[in-house]
């Protein structure tokens, strides 16, 4: 159990959003969404005064080129999925 907590503090934006992501597949997610069900299910410990803008950003960063883990789906403000293959 204690092994799980500390994977809890220490998990990056990154790695809690992949977790939604994949809790719900080929389901596309705004960046309020993925973040609601990050605060809802405690997948990390956030604090500052905007964690909403560090998702946002994280999100944009990591969907961009070869290497982006993160595929912003066309035509939608905001709304990201797992890239595939």
């Known amino acids: 159990m204690r092994e799980r907590q500390k ?11 992949k ?8 389901t596309p997610m705004s960046h309020k969404e993925i973040l609601q069900v990050i605060q809802r299910e405690r997948l ?9 803008a560090c998702l946002n950003a994280m999100l944009h ?7 982006g883990i993160f595929y912003k789906v066309p035509g939608r403000m905001g709304v990201y999925t797992l890239k595939v293959g």
């Open 61 to 67: 960063t990591n969907s961009r080129g070869e290497e």
């Open 19 to 26: 977790t939604v992501l994949e809790k719900y597949p080929n």
């Open 44 to 52: 990390k410990e956030i604090s500052g005064t905007s964690p909403l």
């Open 7 to 17: 994977k809890k503090k220490g998990r990056t934006w990154a790695e809690a959003a």
